[in-house]
């Protein structure tokens, strides 16, 4: 149950109805498509009249089509509704430290499209660079409309101005603040910066194939850093600044390396791929002091090639490997004991070696956590592309989501 928010409410008006009913229609058709109107009035609840009313708008609309008349055996041959997926697009953007990845999705959700490309040095190149492409690939699909730009950021971006509030391994330090402005105006789209381990969560939460029903989802993105975005009672949840869920950046030892966010001791700096690179080096290095006290960003092909010696046996790099595994299962145990969430997915490299990390992380989760919180812990494959597929969820939950009513 929510309080109702007496400085920000909607008052019900006689469409509140339908359109509510019509975003639980939407929805059943993508779940269930291709469906029946009779079936749709089953799953729903709703009279017949009701459904054919709703549904002969989303068709005129183009939001829904009609397919093939099924053949059954006998009696009445009803018509089977699907969506429209062709109709509109959607493009997404997934920016990280050294690639961009850009995709253009169908209102399904399918990708169209998906490309990759070095991360352009600064915001406004990135502008034009992204906005140019948009404009080739819209030619490409002229019989679309295009619904909107979700960019995930490895970084926290403000719910309410769009702007940046904490963003410590981005880069890009001038020009950023107004890039959703200058993305709309280059391209005319409208935009939404979201958080790449939001984004995560998101797409768990839309697209996995965790059971209808679960509603409290963590993504964790191991990268660089460690991200960590919440999808609790269904809600993604942001904080009144946008920075919630900035649990990598929680000091788990007072004496530990300088992190790039200006605290020392970081989960992420025992967790993520930076730290099993640092553990390599310290293992591997004669020396006693190992350069800057800091952390230095890895590219992905550094730490992949960790993984692929550690997967060829090399016995320095598994052990830099199970030691930030160690360290990711210790605050997988603060993460089931504090939110005790259905479902935690791990995003990142590391899921390469998921049998050898994840009794690792279950031995610390056990040993850690005493509350009996019935979490799952799963990996997401690189091939679901989370990040892509959870900004164009993004995108795609103002159609088929909740509406905001009080
Ligand atoms: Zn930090």
């Known amino acids: 149950m929510r309080k109702i928010d007496l400085s920000n409410f909607q008052v019900a008006t006689s469409e509140t109805a339908r ?46 089509t009609e397919g093939a008349v099924h053949d059954l055996p006998r009696g009445r041959k009803p018509t089977f509704l699907h969506l429209n997926a062709a109709r509109s697009g959607i493009f997404g953007i997934n ?99 979201e958080n790449e381990a939001n984004a995560c969560a998101l797409s768990e939460f839309w697209f996995g194939k965790h059971l209808e029903g679960v509603r409290n989802i963590i993504a964790v993105a191991v990268s660089e850093g460690i991200g960590v975005g919440m999808v609790l009672n269904g809600q993604l949840v942001r904080g009144p600044s946008g920075v919630a869920g900035e649990f990598g950046h929680v000091t788990i030892r007072d004496d530990g390396p300088k992190c790039a966010c200006g605290n020392h001791g970081c989960w992420e700096v025992y967790g993520s791929n930076s730290a099993a690179l640092r553990f390599y080096r310290e293992k591997t290095s004669r020396r006693k002091r190992q350069g800057p006290a800091g952390l230095r960003l890895p590219t992905a092909a550094e730490f992949e090639a960790l993984l692929a010696r550690a997967e060829r046996g090399d016995a320095l790099a598994g052990e830099a490997i199970d030691e930030m595994a160690h360290h990711l299962g210790s605050g997988f145990a603060m993460l089931v004991t504090g939110l005790a969430p259905d479902l935690i997915v791990v995003v990142g490299e590391i899921t390469r070696l998921w049998s050898r990390v994840e009794p690792i992380i279950n031995r610390e989760i056990r040993r850690r956590s005493f509350t009996h919180a019935a979490t799952r812990i799963m990996a997401s494959g690189p091939a679901t592309r989370p990040r892509l597929r959870g900004i164009i969820a993004f995108v795609l939950q103002k159609r088929f989501g909740a509406p905001p009513i009080i």
């Open 95 to 193: 920016v990280r430290p050294f690639t961009t990845n850009l995709a253009l999705a169908d209102w399904a959700g399918r990708f169209l499209v998906q490309e990759t490309l070095p991360t352009p040095a600064s915001p406004k190149e990135f502008v034009g660079q992204i906005s140019q492409r948009i404009r080739e690939l819209s030619k490409l699909h002229p019989q679309m409309t295009y619904e909107g730009l979700g960019v995930s950021l490895p970084g926290r971006i403000d719910p309410y101005t769009q702007r940046f509030v904490f963003a410590p391994n981005l880069g890009w330090e001038r020009e950023r603040e107004d890039l959703k402005q200058q993305l709309e105006a280059s391209t005319g789209l409208a935009v939404e910066l």
């Open 19 to 64: 359109d509510i009913n019509r975003r639980i229609l939407l929805s059943l058709i993508r779940k269930h498509q291709p469906v029946s109107r009779a079936d749709l009035s089953r799953h729903s609840g709703l009279q017949r009249s009701t459904v054919s009313s709703i549904t002969g708008e989303l068709i005129a609309e183009r939001w829904v």
